[in-house]
């Protein structure tokens, strides 16, 4: 024998009332859970499109967007056993610029009931640029690589690889970068964002001609700290 209650504010027959009301009429007037800042901007570069969350730029996609708003779903104490989906779905917009439609569906008991709530989100990016791009943009350099051959031919294949070598570090040092290459007489010098990649590429550049990089440095200034600011040449020569 199931004792029928009625729910106070629609009428209806329920089983069960949550808070005294029937589910429906609790979620109407009741959130299980929120999200924080939720209408916060995310700050997007728009040189690498890379976007900042949690302190840190990060590759742009639907997967870190979700796990961003995951990450500030808070849900009401009353609730129980909670399961939590989250769901973010690029929206094109014009001008190049790129926002996210975020669901975020959670699943739990109160007062013995399942409760389901799903609530909507626009998540808007905001154009900033961020800090390694920044530094790349002006210029910035740690280090350059020269490449030196007297072939032509040679010249040009050694700046393809190098090219690729440098675009190879960039997934993990956003610094690796080519800020400028110049054309000289036996070859090119080319500007790099960092120093690290240049020493990892201009030795894997070196074992490919069977050479080894020569490395001289120059004083430019001082660091924060006070010491004494290098910045570090790599000469790769093929013969
Ligand atoms: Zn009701
Ligand atoms: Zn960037």
New binding site residues.
Partial sequence: MSFEKFCPNCGKETEWLVKGKCADCFLKSNSIFSVKNVSDKILH??????VLLQGK?IARSEKAVANEIESRIKLIPDLQGAKIFVEAEKIGRQNGKEDFSVKVKVIGIIDSQVIEQEKGYIIELQGN??D???RLASDYREAIIQLRTNSKKDAETMLHETEELIKEENSKD?LSAIVKTIKVRNGFDLWIGSKKSAVKVSRKLAKLYDTRPTVSNKLIGQNKDGSDKYRFTFCVKKL
């Fill in positions: 570069c728009g040189r690498c499109s890379k730029w640029i961020c390694p791009c920044m956003p």
